[in-house]
Each structure stands twice: as C-alpha cells, then as structure tokens.
C-alpha cells in the first residue's frame, strides 16, 4: 500500500501565498506523474496541476501563472507553491500519484486526504 500525506493548507488572505507538500510513501518502485485536484463546498474536484517523472508540467487556466507544481523524486514528494491567491481559490486540496509498484505490475492510483486551503478578501 502507499499512503499520501499532504501539508501546508491553511488560511491565506487574497493576494498571499501557500506552499503545499505531498509525500508518498510504502510499497513504492517509482512514482509517475503526481499531481493536484481541488474540490470547492458544493462544486465537483477540478484538475489543478500535474507533474511528470521527468518534470513536464500541465497546469488548470485557472492557475496558469499563479501556481507552479515541482517534484523531488528521491524523497517521492511533490510541491504545490500557490502565489496570488484569490478567495476562488479556496477548496480542500487533494495531490495524487501514480505508483509503480514492480516494473511487471500495473499503475496504481493513490489519493491524499486533502488540506484545506481558505482565502479571505
């Protein structure tokens, strides 16, 4: 099994900036893309931002510019650093990756259990 620990939500005002981590660990050969959703009270998770193993990125228009999503293979982490933040983008942010386990054996999906980010105007 893995598990996904996610930190560095918390309350921001409109303009501040986050850094999240996301740090994976267990069963784990290599980890593909890891990466970040958002879920807002009452809409559905939206795409924010992944990451390749070999550092491609792909970014929500939403947070192009403003979000810049990294990765440190060697400690299986990813980073979520958020800068011009507006209350918009306040939801319970959730990071995932994409595990290998054997070089035999499929892909698997893994989920954080989210931190909540709150930007006040």
């Known amino acids: 099994q893995v598990q996904l620990v996610e930190s560095g939500g918390g309350l921001v005002q409109a303009g501040g900036s986050l850094r999240l981590s996301c740090a994976a660990s267990?069963?784990?050969?290599?980890?593909?893309?890891m990466g970040w959703f958002r879920q807002a009270p009452g809409k559905q998770r939206e795409f924010v931002a992944v990451?390749?193993?070999?550092?491609?990125?792909n970014y929500a228009d939403s947070v192009k510019g403003r979000f810049t999503v990294s990765r440190d293979n060697a400690k299986d982490t990813a980073f979520l650093q958020m800068n011009s933040l507006n209350p918009e983008d306040t939801a319970v942010y959730y990071c995932?990756?994409?595990?290998?386990?054997?070089?035999?054996?499929?892909?698997?999906?893994?989920w954080g259990q989210g931190t909540q980010v709150t930007v006040s105007s």
């Open positions: 267990g069963s784990i050969f290599m980890i593909d893309d």
């Open positions: 995932y990756a994409e595990v290998v386990h054997s070089p035999t054996v499929a892909s698997k999906y893994y």
């Open positions: 990451i390749t193993r070999s550092g491609g990125t």
